[in-house]
């Protein structure tokens, strides 16, 4: 099999969108010196699970996640909390310019084992947005259900036909991307009962 063929056969969404269509931005960002209660409670008001730590020059020196925190406070018991941010994050932060595609994003934290990633400029490598794995993830079951809008839309049985043949590359997809088997059977199944009905 060639490796535009092995391509045809992957779901194309990785391969298409780049980090400028699927970052979030403007990114929560916090001081290395600010302590971990704030960085707490500035998670906890946005709604969020980390926050990126940057320098003066707004550039990501790095991260500090819910995890973090709780291990601060496990250790060290209630004076955790006051624990400056830069002593509880990771470091470097890992990045990729805005126009690099996702599937470098998820080969990229796939390879590394983390799952924030940030955007970056490509010249002075100031901070621009954020991806996390757990973003991507619900971005890639989105575009597995833009399947049954298709559906809807299709004017012959020559288009339902086509989206059919669809749906395995794109559950494989989800798959692949660690999407649970049962989520994957809910989509595929309300994607083709919807086929079926049209």
């Not at 391509?7 to 269509?21: F, G, K, N, V």
């Amino acid at each position: 099999m060639t490796a535009e063929a092995a391509l045809a056969r992957i779901d194309p969404y990785p391969y298409q969108h780049r980090l400028s269509e699927v970052m979030t931005s403007p990114v929560r960002t916090i001081a290395g010196t600010a302590d971990a209660r704030a960085a707490a409670a500035a998670m906890r008001q946005a709604k969020i699970s980390s926050l990126l730590v940057a320098d003066a020059a707004g550039k990501p020196v790095g991260i500090v996640t819910e995890r973090d925190i709780l291990n601060a406070v496990a250790q060290h018991g209630a004076p955790g909390l006051e624990r400056p941010v830069e002593a509880l994050m990771t470091a470097p932060v890992r990045s990729l310019p805005p126009d690099a595609f996702v599937f470098s994003a998820l080969a990229r934290m796939a390879q590394g084992g983390f799952r924030h990633l940030a955007v970056t400029d490509p010249l002075d490598g100031r901070l621009l947005g954020i991806v996390t794995a757990g973003a991507l993830l619900k971005l890639r079951a989105q575009h597995a259900l833009i399947l049954a809008d298709d559906g809807s839309a299709a004017h012959s049985a020559a288009d339902l036909a086509a989206i059919q043949k669809r749906v395995p590359e794109i559950a494989g997809g989800l798959l692949n991307e660690g999407v649970p088997a049962r989520q994957i059977a809910a989509v595929i199944s309300a994607v083709l009962r919807d086929l079926s009905r049209r």
